[in-house]
Antibody, heavy 115, light 112 residues
Framework: EVQLVESGGGLVQPGRSMKLSCAASGFTFNNYDMAWVCQAPKKGLEWVATISYDGSSTYYRDSVKGRFTISRDNAKSTLYLQMDSLRSEDTATYYC????????WGQGTLVTVSS | DIVMTQAPLSVSVTPGESASISCRSSKSLLHSNGITYVYWYLQKPGKSPQLLIYRMSNLASGVPDRFSGSGSETDFTLKISRVEAEDVGIYYCGQLLENPWTFGGGTKLELK
């Protein structure tokens, strides 16, 4: 069974940093591109970033370019999202997902950016 | 960016009846390989999104065959036959043709 378990969310002040993790199991992690998708409170889904299966390629939505970094550790089957210079508008639940079709999603972790 | 527009914003359905949700893309989602890269997801209350339909008309694993997807290059429909209580939630269409990958604003399905 595919499982994706996010961690690392919480309350953070504007301008500070936070790193999210996503532990994957139930599939061969290093065969799949992975992604982060966010959902602001009471809002819709918004793709954030994607990383290729081997980490050689990364893609970001414009609003996070230069502030967020997606990475992965295939030996640990873990996906990461380093979020720097956080803004109030980054407040959202962040889901990790297997990029192909966004067929599998984690339970999400809430990031609240507020002073 | 490809804009995905869903209609209606909400739909109220009597259990056992059918429901249809529309999604329109601002650009053709038909790839040169013949695949149309539109997907449908359901987010049940308090839960993560789950994939229902992939590549316009293919039923995801474990999804009841009451769900079906159809469409053209830019206009798509999700049909739910014989709506059940477990179908309540917000439905999203999404395009996975090109970066940035985008979603529609969602359609809320409620029971009458």
């Amino acid at each position: 069974e595919v499982q994706l378990v996010e961690s690392g969310g919480g309350l953070v002040q504007p301008g500070r940093s936070m790193k999210l993790s996503c532990a994957a199991s139930g599939f061969t992690f290093n065969n799949y591109d992975m992604a982060w998708v966010c959902q602001a409170p009471k809002k819709g889904l918004e793709w954030v970033a994607t990383i290729s299966y081997d980490g050689s390629s990364t893609y970001y939505r414009d609003s996070v370019k230069g502030r967020f970094t997606i990475s992965r550790d295939n030996a640990k089957s873990t996906l990461y999202l380093q979020m720097d210079s956080l803004r109030s508008e980054d407040t959202a639940t962040y889901y990790c997902a297997r990029h192909r079709g966004f067929a599998y999603w984690g339970q999400g972790t809430l990031v609240t950016v507020s002073s | 960016d490809i804009v995905m527009t869903q209609a209606p914003l909400s739909v109220s359905v009597t259990p056992g009846e059918s429901a249809s949700i529309s999604c329109r893309s601002s650009k053709s989602l038909l790839h040169s390989n013949g695949i149309t890269y539109v997907y449908w997801y359901l987010q049940k209350p308090g839960k993560s999104p789950q994939l229902l339909i992939y590549r316009m008309s293919n039923l995801a694993s474990g999804v009841p065959d009451r769900f079906s997807g159809s469409g053209s290059e830019t206009d798509f429909t999700l049909k739910i036959s014989r709506v059940e209580a477990e179908d309540v939630g917000i439905y999203y269409c999404g395009q996975l043709l090109e970066n940035p990958w985008t979603f529609g604003g969602g359609t809320k399905l409620e029971l009458k």
